[in-house]
């Protein structure tokens, strides 16, 4: 989708992915096929383009250092490296004045069992590194054996955060341009089935205070990181209409997809315009909206939707669908509501 953006406002585009015709060499005008950290592709590609950017936030910063050796990399490797580990990236936040849940660093069964009894026996355990999508995670609700617990969570270094009675969840996408412009993107309402993204819709329903309180947070996100480029965070809405921040994403996010259908401007779009130094858009929407994933076998729904008015379809050009994999996603779009 960045590459699609990128090439309607005239630039060219170059991926490095280990995956041979990815998705996004479907449409880029060269791949070259190998693994991130691969230092002949990274001059490769460093000798190859005027900006480099990346899509996924698992890339290492190592890479991404040594790519700003010698081109400029937007986003900065800093912003990996605050989004590749959860208590680095709940550290940074509460130093910016963003609230998050309480969590504690967990290393041992030991620092587990101690962490547990300053939340009161519960909390959500998490890889604090590699997780997403609901993976490396586990709720403890009191009364579970802690024994072992952490080799079974793969003896990594671990984070418990404690159990946050929400309303939902909310996320922001913001860009932020080379001259340090800023725009962001209405929330949007988001809803999970088995730690997976299933629908965002567009208005969110929060109160004016809520959504300029997470407007103010994702501003100040993206100044403190010297950011360039479009970000994604997602945020819990308390029973008061309070926030505690949720998860940063260096990047596009799935949960602004439903720019593409209802901005004259979407979040690719915004991306390339700052990462390429270009003014950015406007980030109004013409129209309300639901934008939904399609995950696994949902492609066979894919007939139906096309035949049905209002609806903007996206497929990834996946070869396999298979259960927990997003396969495309579409965005109904309606009038706003009176």
């Known amino acids: 989708m960045l590459a699609m953006a990128a090439a309607r406002l005239g630039y060219r585009t170059i991926i490095l992915e280990p995956q041979p015709d990815c998705p996004a060499a479907q449409v880029a005008n060269r791949q070259i096929v190998a693994a991130y950290d691969d230092a002949a592709a990274l001059a490769e590609l460093a000798a190859s383009c005027a900006v480099i950017t990346y899509e996924f936030e698992n890339v290492p910063v190592t890479a991404a250092e040594a790519l700003a050796a010698t081109r400029p990399v937007r986003p900065p490797a800093r912003a990996l490296q605050v989004a590749q580990d959860r208590v680095v990236e709940k550290e940074f936040l509460n130093g910016i004045g963003v609230a998050t849940a309480a969590f504690h660093a967990v290393d041992s069964d030991a620092d587990l069992a101690a962490a547990l009894a300053d939340f009161g026996g519960s909390g959500v355990l998490k890889t604090r590194r590699l997780g997403y999508d609901g993976k490396g995670q586990r709720v403890l609700r009191g009364g579970e054996p802690v024994e072992g617990l952490y080799a079974v969570m793969g003896g990594v270094p671990l984070i418990l955060e404690s159990l946050v009675s929400f309303e939902f969840e909310i996320s922001m996408i913001a860009a932020r341009g080379l001259d340090g412009s800023l725009v962001v993107f209405d929330p949007a309402r988001n809803v999970h089935r088995n ?33 360039v480029g479009v970000i994604g965070i997602e945020f819990f809405v308390l029973p008061d209409g309070g926030l505690l921040a949720n998860e940063i994403a260096p990047r596009v996010h799935n949960s602004g997809h439903w720019t593409e259908a209802a901005c004259t401007v979407s979040q690719f779009e915004q991306h390339i315009r700052a990462v390429a130094g270009q003014p ?18 949902d492609v066979a729904e894919v007939p139906a939707l096309l035949a049905e008015p209002g ?25 706003f509501a009176n």
Not at 314 to 325: C, I, Q
Request: net charge positive; with cysteine.
């Open 280 to 297: 950015l858009g406007d980030a109004g929407r013409h129209s309300d909206c639901v934008m939904q994933n399609l995950i696994g076998d």
């Open 195 to 227: 730690g997976i993204l299933h629908t965002s819709t567009v208005p969110a329903s929060v109160s004016v205070a809520t959504a300029d309180a997470a407007k103010q947070a994702s501003m100040a996100i993206v100044s403190a990181l010297d950011y």
């Open 311 to 335: 609806l903007m379809l996206h497929l990834y050009g996946k070869e396999e669908a298979r259960p927990g994999r997003k396969m495309g996603h579409f965005t109904r779009i309606r009038p």
